[in-house]
Each structure stands twice: as structure tokens, then as C-alpha cells.
């Protein structure tokens, strides 16, 4: 079975923190994603990645940035978290051709107060 | 541009049969996805459709694919409450961006 594992379920963190949110997958995947999933908003892409070392924003990056320094892993940074991005954050990974599958991680939860 | 829109609620009796509803605007998308959002849970891939495909029947679900519109649905036949989910509609053009829309919750009424 493919994996993809985000490292939480739930975090709350402080208005200016610096924030990690990490994702792992074990199925040698090229590409990875992260999305926010908001009511009414749906999924937006935040960043993805098609290859180590390589990123490209997607939708909504500001506030963001991302890091892939191994294959397996792609990590999502908030700079200094603020209120509204509390939201649902979820990672994705699939190959890289058309006509693939996205395998979703379960979700982390975020809380900014 | 690249929108997926779908409406945000629906609500079916047990046993009726559930249609989602999906409108995209790029028409050079060459697969069409619906995902399913399980409460507490990520997405997982349920069905997809080539865009050269008129329809999909798979089990329960159908797709239907009009291209002229570029509207797409999934029907649930004889649905039942663990079919009460969120479901996505999706495009995919490229090898490495997939568009989602917003999600229609579908809640089962007894």
C-alpha cells in the first residue's frame, strides 16, 4: 500500500511561531504537493514539488515555503504563523506523468491562536 | 483559465440514487478525477475518466462526461450511509498539477 504520512494530526501553535509541517512518502513518488483545505474553498495548492531540490509555488504560497531535500520528504514551513492560516493542510504525492493518482496523507490540523 | 466549481451540499434519502455535479472550464484537460474525503481522513482517488470517454460505469458509480458543456457527474446508485463523504471532482492536464473544485458533502437521510 502507498503511504504518505504527515508527521501530526493536530498542532496548535502562537501567532509568530515558526511552524513545520512535515510528509513523507514510501512509494518513491516524483511529485509532492501541499494543499490548505478550507470550507467552501476546497483544496488550493500551496506548493509542490516534481523533483528533489526543485518547487514551484502553486495558488496561495505567501505565507509559505517548502523544503525537499530527499525524495520521500517534503516539508511545509510557515514563517511565522498568523490566524488565518489556520486551516487543514493535507500532503499529496504522486508520479510524475498525466494520468496519475494523488495518494493523500490524513491531514494535519492546524490551530493558530 | 483553470476553475472547478461544484455545489457545496446534497442530501439523499437511503437507497436513492446520489448525482454530483462538476462544471471545468479548461477544456484541454485530458483526465477528469472524483476523489472521496472520508470524515477525518485525507482524499482517496474513487473513479476517473479520459476525456475521450463518453462514460464510466464502475460497480455503483457512474460518470458521465459532456465535453460540449465540459460538465461532469458521478452517480451513486442505491446509496447508502458510508457513501456520506465529501466528494471532489478534479482535472489533470499536465504531469504534475491536478485542479480540485470545492467538494459537495453528500449527507444520507434515513
Known amino acids: 500500500d502507498v503511504k504518505v504520512t504527515q508527521s501530526s494530526r493536530y498542532l496548535v501553535k502562537r501567532t509568530g511561531e515558526k511552524v513545520f509541517l512535515e510528509c513523507v512518502q514510501d512509494m518513491d513518488h516524483e511529485n509532492m504537493f501541499w494543499y490548505r483545505q478550507d470550507p467552501g474553498l476546497g483544496l488550493r495548492l500551496i506548493y509542490f514539488s516534481y523533483d528533489v531540490k526543485m518547487k514551484e509555488k502553486g495558488d496561495i504560497p505567501e505565507g509559505y515555503s517548502v523544503s525537499r531535500e530527499k525524495k520521500e520528504r517534503f516539508s511545509l514551513i510557515l514563517e511565522s504563523a498568523s490566524t488565518n492560516q489556520t486551516s487543514m493542510y493535507l500532503c499529496?504525492?504522486?508520479?510524475?506523468?498525466?494520468?496519475?493518482?494523488?495518494?493523500f496523507g490524513q491531514g494535519t490540523r492546524l490551530t493558530v491562536v | 483559465g483553470e476553475d472547478v466549481e461544484q455545489s457545496l451540499f446534497l442530501s439523499v434519502r437511503e437507497g436513492d440514487s446520489s448525482v454530483i455535479n462538476c462544471t471545468y472550464t479548461?477544456?484541454?484537460?485530458?483526465?477528469l478525477y472524483w476523489y472521496k474525503q472520508e470524515p477525518g481522513a485525507g482524499l482517496q482517488l474513487l473513479t476517473y475518466?479520459?476525456?475521450?470517454?463518453d462514460m464510466k460505469q464502475d460497480q455503483r458509480l457512474t460518470v458521465l462526461l459532456n465535453k460540449k458543456d465540459k460538465h461532469l457527474s458521478l452517480r451513486i446508485a442505491d446509496t447508502q450511509t458510508g457513501d456520506s463523504a465529501i466528494y471532489f471532482c478534479a482535472e489533470s492536464k499536465s504531469a504534475s498539477k491536478i485542479i480540485f473544485g470545492s467538494g459537495t458533502r453528500l449527507s444520507i437521510r434515513p
Open positions: 475518466i479520459f476525456s475521450n470517454m
Open positions: 499529496a504525492s504522486s508520479l510524475h506523468r498525466a494520468n496519475t493518482e494523488a495518494f
Open positions: 479548461d477544456s484541454s484537460s485530458t483526465y
